[in-house]
């Protein structure tokens, strides 16, 4: 059964006109219809076309909605398209286990790989179950704990971020969530195997850096990473949330602008319509990527690989 398709607000042109097109489908389907392909194609071509455009002039905060949307792919859906074999491991072997940053180990185009992002969840259910992809201390620290076994196995890391940020909590402050956060870059600085990172949605603050910190940075072209959400931003500079779409324009959120400022080294493109629209490119694409990105560092030792990674942190900011 085909899932309902959700649309942002910026996309009502495009929903009228597939409304129409959904309509014409289905008395085209009727006994004794008359054709109609005629209307029916012209009605495609004028929906993609108006989708083209919007796309193609995305507004900052425009992308903030795309990358939030509901119906774009998650971490389980890139685990399970691009890792075969894959083996999850729970815990951090201190507290507990938490649901919002999940991995294991895994094979990439039969390499073995680690492999952890943050989940957000596709249902109501699901997003309860892994916090909407914000982690406590726990979730960090089995990061820290997979990407150290990855390191004594030789193995190189793959992170996929998408969160608004770690746990806010008084419980996870309570249990040291910056001391975590702090923990867990640390543990990506110092690998000695390769790590690369994706952006695959949203890229908040220390909870997407904590598992970002990698050799190569990649981000979807509609995905954001930011210090702060744009509506966090508002209500700090201008003590209101409504101004948001200013501050995703101040910020520099997008890939586009990341890509030229130096933060970030390469984007992966979607589908016109955003990856929710066809997730299997957006899978293919993000997997043709991040096999370039390990393909760099085949031959280089342990020492290298390291250097490499803070040069490239240590850079940031210098060539503005």
């Keep these: 059964m085909a899932v309902m398709r959700s649309y942002l607000d910026f996309e009502k042109p495009v929903a009228e006109l597939e409304a129409k097109l959904e309509e014409l489908k289905a008395l085209g389907q009727r006994d004794g219809a008359v054709s109609i392909s005629e209307e029916v ?3 495609e071509a004028k929906a993609a076309q108006a989708l083209a455009e919007i796309y193609a002039a995305l507004t900052p905060w425009q992308k903030t909605q795309v990358a939030r949307h509901p119906q774009r792919p998650h971490f389980v859906d890139y685990c399970a398209g691009l890792i075969e074999e894959f ?3 729970a815990g951090d072997r201190s507290f507990g286990e938490d649901e919002a940053i999940l991995g294991g180990f895994g094979r990439f185009r039969g390499r073995p790989v680690c492999v952890l992002g943050q989940e957000k969840g596709a249902t109501t259910e699901a997003r309860l179950r892994h916090n909407f992809g914000m982690a406590r201390p726990e979730g960090y620290r089995k ?3 997979l990407m150290e076994t990855a390191d004594r ?3 190189p890391v793959i992170a996929f971020v998408d969160t608004a940020g770690a746990f806010p909590g008084i419980e996870a402050e309570e249990r040291g969530q910056a001391e975590a956060i702090a923990r867990s870059t640390e543990a990506c600085l110092g690998l000695g195997v390769p790590n ?9 603050s220390g909870g997407a850096i904590a598992i970002a910190t990698a050799n190569t940075v990649l981000m979807l072209e509609h995905a954001i990473y930011s210090v702060i959400s744009p509506e966090g931003a508002a209500s700090i500079l201008w003590r209101d949330q409504g101004r948001a779409h200013d501050a995703a324009t101040a910020m520099k959120i997008t890939a586009q602008d990341l890509l030229r400022l130096g933060i970030i080294d390469g984007i992966v493109p979607e589908a016109t319509g955003g990856a929710h629209r066809d997730r299997k490119a957006a899978l293919d694409a993000t997997g043709e990527a991040v096999a370039r990105a390990l393909a760099a560092f085949e031959g ?5 690989i390291r250097d490499r990674r803070a040069q490239k942190f240590l850079e940031i900011g210098r060539k503005l």
């Design 196 to 204: 690369v990172a994706v952006v695959i949605g949203e890229g908040g």
């Design 300 to 304: 280089l030792g342990r020492d290298e």
């Design 87 to 89: 083996t999850p491991l």
């Design 143 to 145: 990061a820290v704990r």
């Design 41 to 43: 194609g012209r009605l």
């Design 153 to 155: 196995f030789g193995l």
